[in-house]
């Protein structure tokens, strides 16, 4: 995508609220076997998410050299749609990382960095900062009080999570959207072709997730935002502006409207008004509970079900991780060798394509090849508009083998 349509899509949302932002950022490693969930909060912790194979480790017998980020730079690129400034930060796990990990983004801004590419880490945006030398301390998604960010942040937070050489051969990438431990921003993830990946249909790489009222376009199961004019976005259609202000469960708002006077709250009520913008923690970040974070007991997906947190979070943000064992519906693996931008309130509305390509999105990322089926596919509206919208659980047997065969290598140690 253009730095000219970057522009132009930056410009239109610079009528909107400005935010009042808190958050919490999110860790999950989510695995098809077995599930772990690492609180980010936890101190002097790099965050515990999907370590890459050993670089010196051989594949199928075969040693490879691990190439460098001067010799293939990837981009990673940061734009701030939101209406208040914001300070992205950026936690690498294995690979080459960014030229900065934590930065002031004004509204409408973009920051274009770039990445090595077995790059493996996270975005998310901080709120509320206040910035001098080289410390800020953030409202929401604080890094231990330093700009530059050498950690994961606080929770709540939205978080955009890339492995860039995941699977068996460390040619595929794996990311996601997640928010097992909450949501702060409406973030969305921009795929920047390469040579080799140019053909891939940008309605099956583009997700979003946007659960702040006022950041809606109407309800239509359709779109072209961030894709184009051949290629028809799916989305999710049943939420608007005004229901979407209560998704967050009541307990779980990280910072709840004051009580009406001297009163005791009735619970729930949602007869008080919410902020514009209300982060929210996740059933796991608020409780650290086995049940919630699918830890200890329950550890196993036929016990650790989905609590009223991650359904709510899975109708607002369908292609988003919602609770540990998410992920059929909200993991994506492409081929290795393109970009990525980052939009922190993106336009339209959340995205619902691993509902609805996700048959296409397992055999492309087992094969590696878009084929003429896929493309036409892609290119039917009328495909998009039979599928239910609902989010369920994607049960391609590619999907699940190419799942299990990465996490299995990518398993933490």
Request: proline content about 8%; glycine content about 8%.
């Amino acid at each position: 995508m253009s730095r000219d349509s970057r522009s132009r899509r930056t410009a239109a949302s610079s009528g909107r609220k400005p935010l009042f932002a808190a958050a919490l950022l999110l860790l999950s490693e989510a695995q098809v076997a077995r599930a772990v969930v690492y609180p980010s909060f936890h101190e002097l912790f790099k965050f515990d998410y999907l370590h890459p194979r050993p670089e010196a480790a051989p594949i199928d017998g075969v040693s490879r050299r691990t190439v460098s980020k001067r010799e293939n730079p990837i981009p990673l690129i940061v734009t701030n749609n939101c209406g208040d400034t914001i300070w992205p930060g950026i936690a690498t796990q294995a690979g080459d990382g960014p030229e900065s990990s934590g930065f002031e983004l004004g509204p409408g801004e973009t920051r274009d960095l770039t990445v090595g590419p077995t790059w493996n880490g996270r975005v998310w945006g901080r709120t509320n900062c206040t910035v001098s030398n080289e410390t800020a301390t953030c409202l929401t998604g604080d890094c231990f009080g330093l700009l530059e960010c050498d950690y994961s942040g606080a929770a709540p937070a939205t978080l955009a999570e890339f492995n860039l050489a995941g699977g068996q051969t460390g040619l595929q990438t794996f990311y996601d959207i997640s928010l097992v431990d909450g949501y702060n921003l409406p973030l969305g993830v921009v795929y920047q072709p390469a040579s080799n990946t140019s053909d891939i249909p940008p309605n099956f790489v583009n997700a979003a997730c946007i659960a702040t009222p006022g950041y809606l376009m109407s309800p239509n199961r359709t779109g072209y935002y961030y894709t184009n004019s051949s290629y028809p976005m799916p989305y999710e259609d049943t939420q608007t502006n005004a229901g979407i202000t209560n998704w967050c469960p009541w307990d779980l708002q990280a910072f709840p409207p004051d009580k009406p006077g001297d009163g005791i709250y009735p619970y729930p009520d949602d007869q008080i008004e919410r902020p514009t913008f209300d982060p929210c923690k996740s059933a796991c970040a608020a409780t650290n509970a086995a049940s919630d974070c699918c830890t200890g007991d329950y550890n196993d997906p036929t016990k650790c079900k989905r609590n009223l947190y991650a359904k709510n979070a899975k109708a607002v943000c369908p292609d988003a991780y919602s609770f540990a064992y998410d992920d059929q519906t909200s993991t994506f693996i492409i081929p290795s060798g393109g970009g990525w931008e980052v939009v922190f309130c993106p336009e339209g509305r959340s995205t619902n394509i691993l509902e609805t390509y996700g048959d296409q999105i397992s055999a492309l990322a087992a094969g590696g090849v878009v084929t003429e089926e896929m493309t036409q596919i892609a290119m039917n509206i009328s495909y998009i508009e039979s599928i239910s919208g609902t989010p369920a659980v994607l049960a391609s047997p590619v999907l699940l083998v190419a799942l299990a065969s990465a996490l299995a290598i990518l398993a933490i140690l």
